[in-house]
C-alpha cells in the first residue's frame, strides 16, 4: 500500500502476479488444475510466505435482473478421448445464430477460442439487437471482506475487471475485430457503449462500497499496436476508461491499467486516463519501452509493476535471469516516482515446470531480500 501510494518503502514489493499459493491448491485432483503437480509445490510455498500477495477478485455484484440473453443460449460440453473439453455456446440474434467453442486441455492453465460469435458486420448488428442487461444490482462484499482479513498483513486483495473493449474484442478473432474496429467506428463504439452502460454501474457502486482498494483494469492491450492504430487507443480506450478510473479514485481507490505488448505509442493515452498504477510494462523483445523510461516520464503519475517477461523467466537460466532482475529493480526505483513491484508479466501455464524456473522465482525474493 506503501508503493500504491507513493510513500517510502524499506524494498520494493515482490510479487509472483497470479501464483500467491493461496487461490491454487495442490491438494485440488481436478483435472484440469495444474498446480496438483508436484514441481509446483515450493513456488506456492514461496509465494504464500516470502511474497507480497495480491490476490484477484471479480467485483462482488450482483445483479438485480436475470441475464436477457439466457433464454436465447444453448450450452454444449464435450470430452474427447485425452481428457480435453469443447464447450459450445450458441446465441440465437434474431435471423442469425452467434456460435462460439472453446477448447481447453488438462495440461495447460489456459483456454482457446475456436470459434468466435461474430463472424461479419451483419453478426455485430444481431448482437446489438439482442437485450441489453437491466440497470440495478447490489453490492455483495461479505466474501472479499473475509479474504481480506484471512491475509492479514501478507498482501491485499486486488478488484479486477475488464473494460468495455475487454467485454467486446473477445467476440471477434483477433483478424476480424482488427477490421471492424478500423473500418466500422460507429459500429463498434455501439457496442462499447453497449457494455460500457452495466460495467459502469457495478464499478460505481463497488468502489464506494470498497473505497480504497486497487483496481485491475483489463483489456487495453486489444487496442493496442500493431492491432490497432495509436489513435484507436484513444478512442476505444482512453475514452472509456477514463470514466473507470475516475469512478475508482474518487473513492480513494487506485485503478491499475493492465496492457501487454508495445507501449512506447500509447503511454500518452494511457496517463490520460488519469490511471495510478500500470502492468506489467514488458521489456523490449515483447515490449518495445525499457521500464526505465516509464520511471522518467510517468512514475510520479503511476505506480510501476513488472518488467519480468514470463517467457525468460520459463525459458533463461538462473545467472540471466538475474540481471533481468537486477536491471528490473534498477530502473523500477531510480529517481523520483511513485512505486514499484517487481512481477513477472504472467506465469508458467504447463503441469510441470522445471527446477531452474522455481530457482528463478527464489532469486526474485532472495535479490529483492537483498536490498
Known sequence: MASLRGEPVDRPAVNFYEVSGIDQDPANNDPFNIFSDSSWLPVLELAREKTDIILLRGAPWRSSSPDPLAELTTVEQETDANGTLFVTH????????????????????????????????????????????????????????????????????????????????????????????????????????????????????VAKALPERLWRICGPEYASVPYLRPDLFHEYVTRYDAPIVEAIQKHGGYGRIHCHGRLKDILDHIAETGCTGLDPIEPPGQGDVTLAYVREKYGKQMTLFGNLEASDLENLDTPQFEEKIRTAVEEGTAGEGRGFVLMPSSCPYGRHIAPHVVRNYERMVEMVEDL
Open 90 to 205: 450458441t446465441i440465437r440474434a434474431g435471423s442469425r445464430t452467434l456460435t462460439s467453442r472453446v477448447r481447453r486441455d488438462p495440461a495447460i492453465n489456459t483456454a482457446w477460442t475456436l470459434e468466435h460469435y461474430i463472424k461479419d458486420v451483419d453478426d455485430l448488428k444481431a448482437w446489438l439487437n439482442l437485450p441489453a442487461t437491466e440497470p440495478g444490482g447490489e453490492v455483495i462484499p461479505d466474501s472479499f471482506l473475509a479474504t481480506e482479513e484471512s491475509l492479514g498483513d501478507s498482501g491485499i486483495v486486488m478488484l479486477d475487471t475488464g473494460d468495455p473493449i475487454c467485454c467486446v474484442a473477445p467476440l471477434f478473432d483477433l483478424g476480424t475485430f482488427t477490421v471492424i474496429a478500423t473500418t466500422e467506428p460507429e459500429l463498434f463504439h455501439r457496442a462499447l457503449e453497449r457494455a460500457a452502460a452495466p460495467l459502469y454501474e457495478m464499478i460505481e457502486a
